[in-house]
Nanobody, 127 residues
């Protein structure tokens, strides 16, 4: 099982950009589809996007489509979340998650279906 550590959060002005990274331990990273989620205070954990094992497929929540991009580098055991045109409503703790996949499909949109989570990184967007 992999272990995940996010980094790259911080404070940014609305309209700005941030790039998050999620580094995985272990030699089976390429066996996992990866997901990004976020949770704002008082709200449930929300699906942001997912990327397939090989990185060839991605899916995004409507709220971030066209602004956020997920990518991965299996040689570096890392998945990335590039966030552009940030809005105050993007403020949340961002989590990466991994789900073991026997095929090359995407990860699910339901957080309960993921096997492993990182500790989260805070993203704050000020207006």
């Amino acid at each position: 099982q992999v272990q995940l550590v996010e980094s790259g959060g911080g404070l940014v002005l609305a309209g700005g950009s941030l790039s998050l990274s999620c580094a995985a331990s272990g030699r089976t990273f390429s066996s996992y589809a990866m997901g990004w989620f976020r949770q704002a205070p008082g709200k449930e954990r929300e699906f942001v996007g997912t990327i397939s094992r090989g990185g060839g497929y991605t899916r995004y929540a409507d709220s971030v489509k066209g602004r956020f991009t997920i990518s991965r580098d299996n040689a570096k055991n890392t998945v990335y979340l590039q966030m552009n045109s940030l809005k105050p409503e993007d403020t949340a703790v961002y989590y990466c998650a991994a789900v073991l996949r026997p095929s090359y499909g995407l990860g699910p949109q339901s957080p309960e279906q993921y096997d492993t989570w990182g500790q989260g990184t805070q993203v704050t967007v000020s207006s």
